[in-house]
């Protein structure tokens, strides 16, 4: 997949910086209106607003972030206008829950005087601290209607929007209709979320942590399938087991699965 690039998600956050800015001053200047007029009285009872100015914003930046994020856009304005969301291992949107814990964990990555910020540029998969506790990961947007064999394609690896490109593609199970680019470093398949490029759910305990490898070899046009000394085994379509340390060789449109058939994929 297609994490969503750095610049881009500072640009965001500067976007809704302006936006919570803006909602924060009507609040503002409303509750001085209402409670301390003359306005110049106001500031100098600091000791009374700054109580409920320390309570109400980051109330309105909760529910900001819980209803964007965990709403049907899963991105704020800013990641909006940036072609950016937030989704799980899958590519899949985040729902409300999930929103409310990375925010809780954007605050510490603030109180740690931006650190936990700063970490997204050292990390693989471009998470920040709140990713990291969330498990959450921001990604660049697809146009909308991105489909594989009628099923809808989440994230940034929709099959239309890799043309030829080598693709690894989802056919059974809870990854059916994601597809994901097959680059020059290779897939790692399995239930490890931070090993792993493509993740099984961990329900599934049939499928190893670090089940498989997918490489795909420029020069001849094949795929390699490399089994991990899995428990559950890797198969190809027709059963024939993938064992350790001997490689499958797959062609466009071949198929394998990972323990059962119900986590059958098709390389292209």
């Known amino acids: 997949m297609h994490y969503g690039d750095l610049g881009k998600r500072i640009v965001a956050f500067i976007f809704d910086g302006l936006i919570l800015s803006f909602v924060y001053s009507i609040v503002f200047y409303v509750y001085a209106y209402l ?10 009872s600091w000791y009374k607003w700054v109580p409920f100015v320390s309570i109400v914003f980051p109330l309105i930046s909760l529910f900001y972030f819980m209803l964007m994020e965990g709403g049907g856009w899963h991105a704020t304005v800013g990641k909006k206008i940036m072609g950016l969301y937030v989704g799980d291992a899958h590519g899949r949107g985040i729902n409300y829950s999930v929103a409310i814990l990375r925010y809780i964990g954007r605050i510490l990555s603030s109180l740690m005087l931006g650190i936990g910020y700063i970490m997204g540029f050292f990390d693989s998969r471009k998470q ?20 594989y064999n009628g099923n809808p ?9 890799y043309g030829g490109q080598p693709q690894l593609i989802g056919v059974s199970g809870s990854l059916a209709g994601v597809a994901y680019p097959v680059t020059s470093g290779g897939l790692l398949i ?75 994929f098709e390389v292209r």
């Open 35 to 44: 409670t301390y007029w003359p306005f110049g009285y106001f500031w100098y």
């Open 128 to 147: 920040c601290l709140h990713d990291m506790l969330a498990k959450t990961y921001v990604y660049t947007e697809i146009p909308h209607g991105h489909v």
């Open 153 to 161: 394609v989440y994230g940034t690896a929709g099959y239309n929007a």
């Open 190 to 264: 399995g239930r490890d979320p931070v090993s792993c490029q493509v993740v099984i759910p961990s329900a599934q305990t049939k499928v190893s942590r670090t089940h498989c490898y997918l490489t795909y070899n420029a020069v001849s046009g094949m795929f390699v399938l490399n089994d991990r000394n899995s428990s559950g085994g890797t198969f190809l379509a027709n059963g024939k087991r993938v064992y350790y340390g001997q490689p499958a060789a797959l062609r466009r449109g071949d198929r394998f699965y990972l323990a059962t058939v119900n986590t059958m």
